[in-house]
């Protein structure tokens, strides 16, 4: 039974970014997403990508007919059509439904572009977490993405190439976004998480270069967390099996609680609660 409340609130929003293909956002948003929803918090997952990865992670119990390109395109839709239901208790999903890839194409041309989806998200509640995936590459959906979010969590994967695509790419693409501050948005603060660390010394070489940037070129809105997310095979294995990866390995409960405490600490009360996986 649920003891602490439901927030009808304003729902917090999570966006998940890294311009760097494969640095697993959508394996990150979906544990976040299981964690939450499994922790009593009522969670709504938002595909963004093309390549419907997280759309296809969890099974569904209801699969709604619609998803983002209606939330986007269609101003008369309403939440039961959009909005599919997830196995999981408390975890809903907007699946991704554009392959063509005409949303961006549309949001170009409009006038309210890259802030439409921000305006479309205050319009869902009763949700108390959105966590938002997005794909890998720049892009308008992306920009869109990071406008909507109340925290931005950019996963990296701790190798030179990906170090220095990250620094390109995604830090380029938030300094692009701060034009918005001009128009009263505020940006998200940006919280860098390395993930598929191992024990390698190259590994450990290229932490050290990032953290001496972050400390020494960065202002304090972006910051890369000493918690690191750990390289293990379960993670592939529970996608395969569509479950959350502490449910296939009990042993990384401690890393997605972590993980949540860091990204979401004002649901602390929430993830401290006796858990059985
Ligand atoms: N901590 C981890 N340890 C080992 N493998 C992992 C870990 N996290 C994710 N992976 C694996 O890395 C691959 C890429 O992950 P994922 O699809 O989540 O990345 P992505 O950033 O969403 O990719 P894209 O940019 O294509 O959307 C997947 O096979 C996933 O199972
Ligand atoms: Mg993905």
């Known amino acids: 039974m649920n003891t602490l409340h439901h927030s009808s609130n304003t729902p917090f929003v999570l966006t998940i970014a890294s311009t760097k293909g494969g640095s697993s956002k959508s394996t990150n948003a979906a544990n976040i997403g299981g964690f939450c929803a499994e922790h009593d918090l009522k969670t709504l997952l938002i595909d963004t990508d093309t390549q419907p990865t997280l759309s296809s992670y969890y099974a569904l119990s209801y699969s709604a007919p619609g998803g983002i390109y209606q939330l986007l395109l269609d101003k008369n839709t309403n939440p039961e059509t959009i909005i599919s239901k997830t196995v999981i208790p408390n975890l809903d999903l907007i699946q991704s439904n554009d392959p063509s890839n005409n949303i961006s194409q549309m949001l170009r041309n409009a006038p309210d572009g890259a802030l439409r989806f921000s305006s479309m998200l205050k319009q869902i509640k009763g949700y ?26 950019c996963p990296i994967l701790p190798h030179i190439l990906s170090a220095k695509e990250f620094i390109r790419g995604t830090i380029g693409m938030y300094q ?23 024990h390698t010394n190259d590994v450990k070489f290229v932490l050290s270069q990032l953290h001496t940037l972050f400390q020494n070129e960065f202002t304090d809105d972006k910051q890369l967390a000493t918690f690191t997310i750990p390289y293990r095979v379960a993670y592939r294995e529970a996608a395969t099996y569509s479950v959350p990866v502490y449910r296939h390995s009990p042993t990384e409960y401690n890393t997605i609680k972590e993980l949540c405490l860091l990204l979401l600490p004002q649901f602390k009360d929430y993830f401290e609660r006796n858990f059985e996986v």
């Open 176 to 198: 692009d976004l701060s034009t918005f501050s001009d128009f009263g948005f505020k940006l998200p603060p940006l919280k860098a998480i390395a993930n598929c660390v191992d």
């Open 128 to 153: 108390d977490v959105i966590i938002v995936d997005t794909r890998g590459t720049r892009d308008i959906t992306v920009d869109m993405s990071v406008l909507a979010a109340d925290i931005l969590f």
